[in-house]
């Protein structure tokens, strides 16, 4: 299994300090992630005559918590992805109905 080791350097560079720490409590523990559509839906829009979207890279908050995989609804309309469903979900914030898509979510590097 690869490991991704990502550091939240303190202004000298050190890490293991009070500022890398604040820096990781401000940014969350992340990793480079990239969003695309299925290969079903790319083999589709292949047939359809038309180029996949490329995936859209950013980064992701690991949530050990979480049940579900959230995405901006930006990179959802970037990628052109159809809703195939909508799923209640609850946070700190309260609950809500959100419509549920398919993507591909690959972990370069």
Do not use: W
């Not at 480079?32 to 079903?40: D, L, N, S, W, Y």
């Not at 005559?49 to 579900?68: C, N």
């Amino acid at each position: 299994m690869p490991v991704y080791n990502h550091y939240y350097p303190d202004g000298n560079n050190h890490i293991n300090t009070a500022e890398s720490a604040r820096l990781l409590a401000a940014a969350g523990p992340t990793i480079p992630v990239a969003i695309g559509v299925t290969p079903a839906h790319a083999a589709f829009l292949q047939g359809e005559g038309k180029t996949p979207p490329p995936a859209v890279s950013g980064l992701a908050l690991i949530d050990t918590g979480a049940s579900l995989c959230m995405v901006d609804e930006s990179v959802i309309g970037q990628l052109g992805i159809p809703a195939f469903g909508y799923q209640n979900i609850a946070g700190a914030t309260g609950s809500s109905t959100q419509a549920t898509y398919a993507a591909s979510l690959s972990f370069p590097g």
